[in-house]
């Protein structure tokens, strides 16, 4: 199975930072790489695709870049909403993997 | 609006079985790849299964392979998770997931259902 590494684990930062997820693949994964964003006790939001597409309805400071075995996310500008787990996953294999997720605390 | 809910969740002792459901409505279910994740407690999230919209491909992961059964009931906008020789390990929360159908292959799961809670224990 290809392996999936998200750095930091967890994150504290203050509305209105910038903060960057990084997700490493253990292998290349082209562009299969997706982004999602967890709250507790609800499920997975999706919020970029295929790497750096933005899903509908998901507000411009997130964005992803990469391709191959590095990616990341980007919040240009925290919102309080934003304070949640987030988890790349891989789409590139029939059997899909995710990072193990980094949670973003208010500071 | 796009609504999946999953039923057929509970405790079961090691060694039992179970069957999910995944109730869909708002979309042409029998036009979208469906997924199963599943989350343990407190844990993230792992991938289950996938089937494809005619049923006719499917992949599971290695850690449930022999022992869960995906399918779908086109016909009753459903999808299923049997589930059998249950492990301690399966106690999860068990999402069933749209997978997007955006023209970009594999380009994620766009809707979710709520879970339901599968509890393996003697």
């Known amino acids: 199975d290809i392996q999936m590494t998200q750095s930091p684990s967890s994150l504290s930062a203050s509305v209105g930072d910038r903060v960057t997820i990084t997700c490493r693949a253990s292998q290349s994964i082209s562009s299969y790489l997706n982004w999602y964003q967890q709250k507790p006790g609800k499920a997975p939001k999706l919020l970029i695709y295929?790497?750096?597409s933005l899903q509908s309805g998901v507000p411009s400071r997130f964005s992803g870049s990469g391709s191959g075995t590095d990616f990341t996310l980007t919040i240009s500008s925290l919102q309080p909403e934003d304070f949640a787990t987030y988890y790349c996953q891989q789409s590139y294999s029939t059997t899909i993997t995710f990072g193990q997720g980094t949670r973003l605390e208010i500071k | 609006e796009v609504q999946l809910v999953e039923s057929g969740g509970g405790l079961v002792q090691p060694g039992g079985s179970l069957r999910l459901s995944c109730a869909a409505s708002g979309f042409t279910f029998s036009s979208y790849e469906m997924n199963w994740v599943r989350q343990a407690p407190g844990k993230g999230l792992e991938w289950v299964s996938y089937i494809s919209s005619s049923g006719s491909t499917i992949y599971y992961a290695d850690s449930v392979k022999g022992r869960f059964t995906i399918s779908r009931d086109n016909a009753k906008n459903s999808l299923y998770l049997q589930m059998n020789s249950l492990r301690a390990e399966d106690t999860a929360v068990y999402y069933c997931a749209r997978q997007q159908d955006t023209g970009i292959a594999a380009a994620g799961q766009d809707y979710w259902g709520q879970g339901t809670l599968v509890t393996v224990s003697s």
């Open positions: 295929a790497a750096s």
